[in-house]
Structures are given as C-alpha cells and as structure tokens.
Antibody, heavy 118, light 111 residues
Framework: EVHLAESGGGLVQPGGSLRLSCAAS????????MHWVRQAPGKGLVWVSF????????RYADSVKGRFTISRDNANNTLYLQMNNLRPEDTGIYYC???????????WGQGALVTVSS | QSALTQPASVSGSPGQSITISCIGS?????????VSWYQQHPGRVPKLILY???ERPSGVSNRFSGSKSGNTASLTISGLQAEDEADYYC???????????FGGGTKLTVL
C-alpha cells in the first residue's frame, strides 16, 4: 500500500525557516515525480513545487521561487521541502503527493501544518 | 499565471446530475489532455476522482465523468448522493510558467 507521511511542520516567525520531510513507502519511490501542494486555512489547493524522479529537474510556483527548495533522497525514499524567508501567507497545510502522469496526484500524505506568525 | 476558474458553489438534489466547469486557457487546458479532478471532504485529504480528462481511477464510482472542450473542462456527477457533498478541484498542466494549475475549488451542496 502506498504511504506518504509528512513531518517537520510547526510555528515559525516571519523570515524564519523550516524543512519539511515526506517519507514514502509501498512503491518504487525513484520511479515517480513528486510534488508539494499547499492549502491555506479555509482556502483551495495551490501547487508549490515539483521534482522529477531522479532529482535533476525542479519547478516552483512564482510565489515561492527563490525561497523554497525541493529535493529528494531516493536511497532513503524521502522527499524534502526547504522553506526559507517564510511569510505569513505561506501558512497552511503542506501535502506531499505522488504524480502518475504530470498532474495525476493519486496518493497524498496527511499533510504538515506550517504556521508563520509572530 | 492565474488559477483555473471554477464556480464557487453548485447544488443539487439527490438523484439529480450536476456539472462543474473549469475554465482555463490555450496555455493549459487547451494544450493538454492532462486535466484531473479531486474531491475533498472537510478535514480530509484530497482524492483523485478523474485523470486525463475522463479516466477514473480504480474504485471511483462511474457516476463521476469528465469532458473537455477547448479551454474548458467539466466534471459531471450523476445520481447525486449525500456523500458527494464536498469540495471539488480541477487541475491542469501548463505550457508556460507554473507547471501545475489548480482551480479555486467548487463547493457542492446536496440539498
């Protein structure tokens, strides 16, 4: 069974940093593109970032470009999101999700809550 | 690049059919047959219900169907049931700029 488990969320002050992790199991991790999607409280889904199967290609939403870095460790089946210079508008639940074909997100983690507030 | 445009809310009675539209552009929905739809119940994780416009993952009811015309994709739910009450999101790949776009979401109320 496919399982994705995020960790690393929490409360951080504006300008601070956090690193999210997503532990994957139940599938061949290095065969899939992986994404981060976030959801602000009471709001809709917003795509954040993508990394291809071997980690050589990454893309970011304009709102996080230059501040967030996505990476993966295929030896340990783990996806990461390094978030720097955090802003209040980055507050939300961050989901790790697997893509079958580009945007076919067939498996989602339970999410990690990130709160940016002073 | 703007998010895809969905109606904020739709409603229907049990047994009826409803359709949710998702309006994009020639740079996203109009360029690819890579449109997916997600269902999200309150407090729950999003669930993939359609991919590649009209394909259903295993286990998803055939009451859910999808289509696309030009820059607009649509989700139709037939034989509405109380359990269908949820938020629905469309999603598309984009030709330029942002790789992935989501719609703003549509709240479905089953009357």
């Amino acid at each position: 069974e496919v399982h994705l488990a995020e960790s690393g969320g929490g409360l951080v002050q504006p300008g601070g940093s956090l690193r999210l992790s997503c532990a994957a199991s139940g599938f061949t991790f290095n065969s899939y593109w992986m994404h981060w999607v976030r959801q602000a409280p009471g709001k809709g889904l917003v795509w954040v970032s993508f990394v291809n199967s071997d980690g050589t290609i990454t893309r970011y939403a304009d709102s996080v470009k230059g501040r967030f870095t996505i990476s993966r460790d295929n030896a340990n089946n783990t996806l990461y999101l390094q978030m720097n210079n955090l802003r209040p508008e980055d507050t939300g639940i961050y989901y790790c999700t697997r893509a079958v074909v580009v945007t076919d997100f067939d498996s989602w983690g339970q999410g990690a809550l990130v709160t940016v507030s002073s | 690049q703007s998010a895809l445009t969905q109606p904020a809310s739709v409603s229907g009675s049990p047994g009826q059919s409803i359709t949710i539209s998702c309006i994009g552009s020639s740079s996203d929905i109009g360029s690819y047959n890579i449109v997916s739809w997600y269902q999200q119940h309150p407090g729950r994780v999003p669930k993939l219900i359609l991919y590649e416009v009209a394909e259903r993952p295993s286990g998803v009811s055939n009451r859910f169907s999808g289509s696309k015309s030009g820059n607009t994709a649509s989700l139709t739910i037939s034989g509405l049931q109380a359990e269908d009450e949820a938020d629905y999101y469309c999603c598309s790949s984009a030709l330029r700029g942002t790789l992935v776009l989501f719609g703003g979401g549509t709240k479905l109320t089953v009357l």
